[in-house]
């Protein structure tokens, strides 16, 4: 069954605020995620990852956090703009294998003026 | 543009005829991957090639799927007698060892996929 998933398929926020998106997962000996953005009409694009020896990693506007103990984690978006408007993914690679990816359902930001 | 390219966009067809989609990857990646996108779903993993070997395969993968990668360099995916439950956007993914992002992911580009309409 599904490993990963996402707390909320649609979420709005006000441009400039931020955005926290959820996910969380069931296989405790996961040992690393990766955040997709997905545009409509385009491909899923990388946005950043992080492995569980970490709690926290930064991106530009971007901050990934991962707690372990309850097997969750969320993407931060700081200052929401209008191109952030996309679905995101968590997804994590099969243990032992770095090939194909294992996506949740997603979860639709949707930016408001 | 140098990303992984996918045509067609679109396909519209009746129940039971043939299809088939190519990819061509990011020129210096032997990886390439196929996945299935269902509307509010992520995409799905179906099959995996490194070079010209298909290595892994879906159960997702029906009789009626084929994937070929001949020369290691583009690839092909045939639905023969389609269904309407094939409708779905089909996504192809490369990827090189040695790209790596923060950990030991071999980072995947995704194209833009081909949506399929089955009538």
């Known amino acids: 069954g599904e490993s990963v998933g996402l707390h909320l398929p649609t979420l709005s926020v006000q441009e400039g605020d931020n955005s926290i998106i959820n996910c969380a997962y069931s296989n405790s000996a996961s040992d690393y995620f990766i955040w997709y953005k997905q545009e409509s009409g385009k491909g899923p694009q990388f946005i950043i990852d992080?492995?569980?020896?970490?709690d926290k990693r930064q991106g530009q506007r971007v901050t990934v956090l991962l707690n372990k103990t309850v097997k969750h984690l969320s993407l931060q978006i700081a200052a929401t703009q209008p191109g952030d408007s996309a679905v995101y993914f968590c997804?994590?690679?099969?243990?032992?294998?770095?090939?194909?990816?294992?996506f949740g359902s997603g979860t639709q930001l949707t930016v408001l003026p | 543009d140098t990303g992984v390219s996918q045509d067609p966009r679109h396909k519209i067809t009746k129940r039971g005829q043939n299809v088939t989609f190519r990819c061509d990857p990011i020129?210096?990646?032997?990886?390439l991957y196929w996945y299935r996108q269902t509307l509010g779903q992520g995409p799905e993993f179906l099959t995996y090639f490194q070079n010209e070997a298909q290595l892994e395969k879906s159960r997702l993968l029906s009789d009626r799927f084929s994937a070929e990668r001949p020369k290691g360099s583009f690839s092909t995916l045939e639905i023969q007698r389609t269904e309407q439950g094939d409708s779905a956007m089909y996504l192809c993914?490369?990827?090189?060892?040695?790209?790596?992002?923060?950990?030991?992911?071999?980072?995947?580009?995704f194209g833009p996929g081909t949506r399929l309409t089955v009538l």
């Open positions: 997804a994590e690679p099969p243990r032992g294998s770095a090939r194909q990816l294992t």
């Open positions: 992080i492995r569980s020896n970490m």
């Open positions: 020129s210096e990646h032997n990886r």
């Open positions: 993914a490369s990827s090189f060892p040695g790209l790596a992002g923060g950990g030991s992911y071999n980072e995947q580009f």
